[in-house]
C-alpha cells in the first residue's frame, strides 16, 4: 500500500499551532494510514510555550510528526512589525519549503498542503508542484466573510479604512465600523497591507478553505460564504466547517492542579475566570482597576494574571528571572481581603479544563477564537474584552450575532475602568441581559456536540474533505 502524507504548515505561534494539530488530529483519528506532518519555522520572537507544546503532542501522540525547518538568517532590514514578520518569514523559507515537499514526495504520494493564512508565500510553491493547497482558517465563519470580502473593499475605495469613520457592509455579518477591523488591514500603505489582500486572492484559487467552526453557530455567515457572497471576483472555492476543534486538557492532573483544587470547592456556575490569552498583558494601571473592579462585584473569581509590560519599570515584571510579585501589581491587601472568593494565577492556567468545569460560570475573554470556541462548548458565557488582531471584529459577531457575549465598555484606547468591570461581570452573572447569554450559549454548546457527533454537519463536511484525498 502507497504511503500517503498530509502536510500541515502553521505559522510560528502557539494559537495558531495548537489548531492546526487539533486539525491533523482530527485527520489522523480518521484516517490513521494518513501520515501526518507538521513544519516547524524557527520563530524570530516570542512564540509562548511553542517548544513545551510540540514535545507533549510528540509524547502523547508520536504518529503526529514535526519537522523543524532549519534556521536562517534573517536580513536586518526585515520589518519588525510583528504581522509584517509572520508573513515575510515564510517567504524567505520558501526554497526549503519546495526543497522539504520534493523529499517527502520521493517517499510518499503528498495528498494534501494545508496553509495558515500567514503562510500564504507558500501557495505558488505547493501550486507549482500540482498539489492540492488548501488554507486552514483558525477563525470562524464571520471573519473568513470579512477576510475573503477585504479585495472587494481594497477595488471599491482608495481611500484606507482608518481614513473612513463609516460602517462596512460585507455579507454574512452584522456592520463592521472601521474602527474595529485589525490594525494590520486598515492602511493601504501598511507593510502588512497586500499580504493580506494576496492572501485573500490566493484563498479564492486554492482547492479549498477549512474553517474552525461550526454551521449552527454562524448560520448566516456560513450561508454568505456557500452562495459566493463574499467574493466578487471570481468563483468562491469549497470550504469546509470543520469545527469546533478544541485542545484538550488530558496532560493535567486535577488532583494537582491549583485552580482546579480550588474550583472543586466553589458551588456550581458562581466562579467568573478571567483569561486573556498568551499574548494578553496589560500595565499595572489597567490590572489595579480589574482588581478592584471585580472586588466590588462581589462574584467568585479565577485570574490568570501575566506580567505587565517590560517597559514598566517594577519590581513585579519576572524578565530577568524575577518571579511574578502579585502583591506589587495588585491594590495593597487585595489579595488578602479576596481569599475567601478568589483565586488569582500567575501567568497560565489550563483554560479548557477550567471552562469545563462546573463551578465556572462565566468567562471575561480577549475574543481569541480558540477561547471563544472553548467557551461554546463548554456553554459558559462570555463578557468580550477585545485586546488585538481580529478581536474587535469577534466583539461584533459574538455580542450582536451569536448572542452569546456581553461587550465590556472600554475608552478609545482600550482601557477599562473598575465601575465597567463590575457591572459587567455582575451582569453576566446575575443579571437579565446575562441570563439571555447564558441560555443561548447553553443552545450553541448543544449545537456543538451535535456537529462533531457522527452524522453532525462537522463530521459530514470533515469526510467530504478527507474522502477526496483518500479517494485520489
Not at 514578520?85 to 524567505?92: S, W
Not at 519546495?98 to 500567514?118: G, M, P, R
Not at 519576572?318 to 478568589?342: C, M, V, W
Not at 441570563?435 to 454548546?445: F, N, P
Request: net charge negative; charged share 20%; glycine share 8%.
Amino acid at each position: 500500500m502507497e504511503s500517503m502524507t498530509v502536510v500541515l504548515y502553521p505559522s510560528p505561534g502557539i494559537g495558531h499551532l495548537v489548531s492546526m494539530v487539533e486539525l491533523g488530529k482530527l485527520i489522523h483519528t480518521h484516517h490513521p494510514l494518513l501520515s501526518i506532518l507538521i513544519l516547524i519555522t524557527p520563530a524570530p520572537f516570542e512564540t509562548g510555550s511553542t517548544d513545551k507544546y510540540i514535545k507533549t503532542v510528540s509524547a502523547t501522540i508520536p504518529s503526529i510528526m514535526f519537522h523543524h525547518l532549519p534556521t536562517i538568517a534573517i536580513p536586518p532590514d526585515l520589518s519588525s512589525d510583528f504581522v509584517a514578520l509572520n508573513f515575510a518569514i515564510p517567504q524567505l523559507y520558501n526554497p526549503i519549503f519546495h526543497n522539504t515537499l520534493v523529499a517527502i514526495s520521493e517517499k510518499s504520494t503528498i495528498k494534501a498542503v494545508i496553509l495558515d493564512f500567514f503562510t500564504n508565500a507558500a501557495f505558488q510553491v505547493a501550486k507549482s508542484l500540482q498539489l492540492p493547497t488548501y488554507y486552514f482558517y483558525t477563525g470562524g465563519a464571520s471573519g473568513l466573510c470579512v477576510f475573503l470580502y477585504m479585495p472587494t473593499i481594497n477595488n471599491i475605495t482608495s481611500d484606507s479604512i482608518k481614513d473612513q469613520n463609516i460602517y462596512f457592509d460585507i455579507p454574512g455579518v452584522p456592520p463592521i465600523h472601521s474602527s474595529h477591523f485589525p490594525a494590520a488591514v486598515v492602511d493601504k500603505k501598511g507593510t502588512a497591507y497586500e499580504n493580506f489582500i494576496n492572501t485573500a486572492r490566493n484563498m479564492a484559487e486554492s482547492s479549498g478553505i477549512i474553517t474552525n467552526t461550526f454551521v449552527g453557530f454562524e448560520e448566516r455567515a456560513v450561508a454568505s460564504l456557500r452562495d459566493g457572497k463574499c467574493i466578487s471576483d471570481g468563483l468562491t472555492p469549497p470550504i469546509y466547517f470543520i469545527g469546533p476543534l478544541i485542545a484538550g486538557g488530558n496532560h493535567v492532573d486535577p488532583s494537582e492542579n491549583e485552580c482546579l483544587k480550588w474550583l472543586n470547592s466553589q458551588p456550581s456556575k458562581s466562579v467568573v475566570f478571567l483569561c486573556f490569552g498568551s499574548l494578553g498583558v496589560f500595565k499595572k494601571e489597567q490590572l489595579k482597576e480589574i482588581a478592584i473592579g471585580l472586588e466590588r462585584s462581589e462574584q467568585r473569581f479565577l485570574w490568570v494574571v501575566r506580567d505587565p509590560p517590560p517597559d514598566e519599570e517594577n519590581e513585579s515584571n519576572s524578565g530577568g528571572g524575577k518571579e511574578l510579585d502579585l502583591d506589587a501589581i495588585l491594590p495593597e491587601g487585595f489579595l488578602a481581603r479576596t481569599a475567601d472568593k478568589g483565586l488569582v494565577v500567575k501567568n497560565w492556567a489550563p483554560q479548557p479544563v477550567i471552562l469545563g468545569h462546573d463551578s465556572v460560570g462565566g468567562f471575561v475573554s480577549h475574543c481569541g477564537w480558540n477561547s471563544v470556541l472553548e467557551a461554546v462548548a463548554a456553554g459558559v458565557p462570555i463578557v468580550a474584552w477585545p485586546l488585538y488582531a481580529e478581536q474587535k471584529m469577534n466583539r461584533v459577531y459574538l455580542v450582536e450575532e451569536m448572542k452569546v457575549a456581553l461587550a465590556v465598555d472600554m475608552s478609545s484606547d482600550g482601557f477599562v475602568t473598575a465601575t465597567a468591570v463590575e457591572e459587567k461581570v455582575k451582569e453576566l452573572m446575575e443579571g437579565e441581559e446575562g441570563r439571555v447569554v447564558r441560555e443561548q450559549i447553553l443552545e450553541m454548546s448543544e449545537r456543538a456536540k451535535a456537529a462533531t457527533e457522527d452524522g453532525g454537519s462537522s463530521r459530514v463536511e470533515f469526510f467530504k474533505l478527507t474522502n477526496s484525498w483518500t479517494a485520489l
